[in-house]
């Protein structure tokens, strides 16, 4: 029942549905194993996912500011990436895969850049509306700005812009502004997941990278089991049994497009009832810094493997507790 206070103690009816739904998925992604061509692979995904649910269901309970929490964290570990680069400079050699991009301490650039996107996001809403802690916040957007610079993360600039946008239409009282521009990203981002899947892979790989085979690949496991997919963790198996470019992967670099080829149009709808309740609240104007934060985690989960990168989900899922834990003056306790 809306505009009744609940309880400190009692969960909220969206944080039921987060937590139901990741508890969902983890059985499923466990069930998977029965249909999985390597059993023992998918029996490791659920554990990923169980931790995550473990970290939503203590910040739920625990609570505390979340995403000042979220902003500290980034920072610390951009801080350090910067820090290391400034005393010890590019890697010599290059690194065979990563070259000379920041990549540490996560081992992945585009990571890296995911998490930068995420604070960022949140610093750039708060220097703008938080007039007391300005040049702290300044300070922290330059830390955000140069990690995603020395990354070169694509997909970390298009989450960060996106985040922002919304954070500082929803600071602006433009909650209908925010829903617009979270909209048209959606859009476009399913758009550049769905066209691989057709006969334009060739003339799509050259300007958007191997990106688009490896989602030219997951449609064609999509289009093999739509319903119940593959099972967990078998993309690689996918992957090496079609193998279009000669690349070694391991996972589909899309969350939404991965869960759909490993656990079918069952995984994906769990996946989204539990991605949803955050981003409605968020959108409800509750706290738009994190909203920016939790935004652009989803566009660069979209885009990435950021579901087998724990210090970039669980950021992003600290931004969504963060919103749940707003909303409980809203919602009565069941």
Not at 250 to 263: F, G, K
Request: charged share 15%; hydrophobic share 55%.
């Amino acid at each position: 029942m809306r505009g009744r206070p609940a309880s400190s103690s009692a969960p909220t009816r969206p944080q039921l549905l987060v937590l139901g739904a990741l508890a969902t998925l983890t059985i499923w992604t466990a069930l998977s194993a029965v249909w999985s061509p390597a059993p023992d692979d998918s029996l490791l995904e659920p554990q990923r996912t169980l931790a995550y649910l473990a970290f939503v269901l203590a910040a739920v309970v625990v609570a505390g500011s979340l995403c000042s929490g979220v902003l500290a964290g980034t920072a610390v570990v951009c801080g350090y990436a910067l820090g290391q680069r400034l005393l010890q400079g590019p890697p010599d050699p290059p690194d065979p895969f990563e070259g000379t991009l920041l990549q540490e301490p996560l081992g992945y650039a585009n990571g890296l850049g995911g998490l930068a996107a995420i604070g960022l996001a949140i610093a750039i809403s708060r220097l703008v509306f938080d007039l007391r802690l300005r040049p702290l916040h300044g300070a922290l957007t330059s830390i955000f700005v140069v990690t995603l610079w020395l990354t070169g993360s694509r997909g970390g600039w298009v989450a960060a812009i996106v985040g922002t946008a919304v954070a500082l239409a929803l600071g602006a009282g433009r909650a209908r502004v925010a829903r617009i521009v979270a909209a048209t990203a959606a859009v476009a981002l399913a758009a550049a997941l769905t066209l691989p899947a057709s006969s334009l892979a060739d003339d799509l790989a050259e300007p958007a990278g191997d990106r688009v085979w490896y989602w030219n690949v997951a449609w064609n496991e999509v289009s093999d089991a739509p319903l119940t997919g593959k099972g967990a963790g078998t993309f690689e198996l996918a992957w090496l049994e079609r193998q279009p470019i000669p690349t070694p992967v391991l996972d589909a670099h899309s969350l939404y497009l991965e869960t759909l080829a490993e656990l079918g149009l069952v995984g994906l709808a769990l996946l989204v009832l539990a991605l949803a309740p955050p981003l409605a609240a968020g959108f409800r104007g509750v706290e738009p810094a994190a909203t920016g934060g939790y935004v652009a985690f989803l566009i660069h989960a979209g885009l990435d493997w950021d579901w087998e990168l724990p210090a970039v989900t669980i950021a992003g899922l600290a931004c969504a507790a963060a919103l749940l834990m707003r909303e409980r003056a809203s919602y009565g306790a069941l």
